[in-house]
């Protein structure tokens, strides 16, 4: 039954959209893949505003959460409280980022079913009126190549074949690799992006800071290395498909944070620079 409803709410509409865009736009179906992550990106469009809206509220608390910090230093319980009880008054939902990130894993999950359905023959999901507008008869099949890819495949599926460095499967290794790489200078970017008025120069001393904000800046730190990680491990297993569409949405997501809120966007950038800068001396 959960399979019946997955199919229908999510898997098969996907599965039709994307086949229309593969009929429309020359039968590529890594351009189809590619237009999908657009589009996709676009319709979080305001759910991306929303976080950054609660990203914006949680830095103007900073201050407020501090004193309640120092105040009920011994009272854990009577802190979440009280921090509860502000979010509520300023309206911030701790809970704000689940909002870009469920979608995101619908997609991915219906995505993986859509290429395991284009590989076969009859291709099932298909509505009648989208079959007939691709004109599928007997022996259809779908052109899977997209550059050195196919795109139903992933690196291990061809190093068992080839060989783990054969030249079949190393544009399969790169891929993984580049989506890594991406997924680094994105998590970066929106990082700096989120906390434009940090900057090495400002930085409190271990004294001055809390212990709630080593916390948080360890936190980010971590997974700012081990995101990328997890997601170029991800996509050594999984069709180069998804490693492609992974690529175009961390590069939008970068480009909506851009557009979004333009006047935090030049801080951040300054203070990008200015990290980017002080390392360099450093080295000197």
């Known amino acids: 039954m959960f399979t019946t409803i997955w199919n229908t709410v999510f898997s098969d509409p996907l599965l039709n959209v994307i086949m229309l865009l593969y009929h429309y736009l020359g039968d590529n179906l890594g351009l189809a893949i590619l237009a999908i992550a657009v589009i996709v990106r676009l319709l979080m469009t305001p759910l991306v505003k929303r976080q950054t ?3 914006r509220k949680m830095a103007s608390l900073k201050p407020q959460l501090e004193v309640l910090q120092k105040k009920y230093a011994n009272n854990k319980e009577k802190l979440t409280q009280e ?10 939902n701790p809970l704000g980022c689940a909002g870009t990130l469920v979608p995101q894993l619908i997609i991915l999950s219906a995505l993986i079913g859509v290429i395991r359905a284009v590989t076969s023959s009859d291709i ?8 007939e507008i691709l004109g599928i008869t007997d022996g259809f099949s ?3 190549k997209f550059l050195f890819f196919d795109l139903t495949k992933s690196y291990n599926s061809v190093s068992s ?3 783990r460095v054969s030249a079949e ?3 399969y290794i790169g891929l993984s690799i580049l989506v890594g790489v991406v997924q680094y200078i994105t998590t970066l970017f929106t990082q700096k992006m989120q906390n434009p008025t ?10 001055e800071g809390s212990v709630s904000e080593d916390m948080q800046a360890n936190m980010q730190k971590s997974m700012m290395y081990l995101f990328p990680l997890m997601t170029a491990f991800f996509t050594i297993s999984m069709p180069a498909a998804l490693g492609w569409y992974w690529i175009v949405q961390s590069l939008l997501l970068a480009i909506q944070y851009l557009s979004l809120d333009f006047d935090k966007t030049k ?3 300054q203070n990008l620079w200015d990290l980017l800068k002080k390392k360099k001396e450093d080295k000197l």
């Open 53 to 55: 809206e609660m990203t």
């Open 83 to 92: 921090q509860m009880k502000l979010y509520k008054k300023v309206g911030y």
């Open 124 to 131: 099932e999901g298909l509505y009648p009126w989208v079959s």
């Open 142 to 144: 779908i052109n899977t």
């Open 161 to 163: 074949e080839f060989g």
């Open 169 to 171: 499967a190393l544009p």
């Open 198 to 207: 940090t900057t090495p120069a400002k930085k409190k001393s271990g004294k």
């Open 267 to 269: 801080k951040g950038v």
